[in-house]
């Protein structure tokens, strides 16, 4: 009994002194990496600033130029009839002359 808590005393001495020295490496390598990252953060800031600014020179959206929505309409040819579906107009024109319905053959 007394054998195996020295194997599991040194055994968990081991792996402390391991994850001691691992951790200890790992903090140095890291800086680098930081500082990359700072570099890419300063890039995208003078990006950003770039787009802001040319944002800025860009015209806005009420300078457009827009057609007139009042148009006079003119007037209908003899025979046509104008009416609307939903909203929007549409014109029925005669074919022949004489015709009363659509059905009718013509002679």
């Known amino acids: 009994m007394r054998a195996r808590s020295v194997w599991a005393l040194t055994l968990g001495a081991v ?12 903090g140095p390598s890291a800086a680098p990496d930081t500082a990359d ?7 995208l800031e003078r990006r950003v600033g770039v787009l802001e600014e040319r944002l800025r020179r860009q015209p ?17 040819p003899k025979g046509w009839q104008q009416r609307d579906f939903n ?20 002679r």
Do not use: D, W
């Open 15 to 26: 792996a402390f002194i391991v994850a001691v020295s691992a951790g200890g490496q790992a």
């Open 60 to 76: 806005a959206a009420g300078s457009l130029v827009t057609p007139p929505t009042s148009l006079q309409t003119p007037a209908l």
């Open 87 to 106: 909203g929007m107009p549409y014109y029925l024109a005669p074919v022949q002359e004489g015709l009363t319905r659509a059905t009718e053959p013509a």
């Open 37 to 43: 990252l700072r570099q890419q953060i300063a890039a």
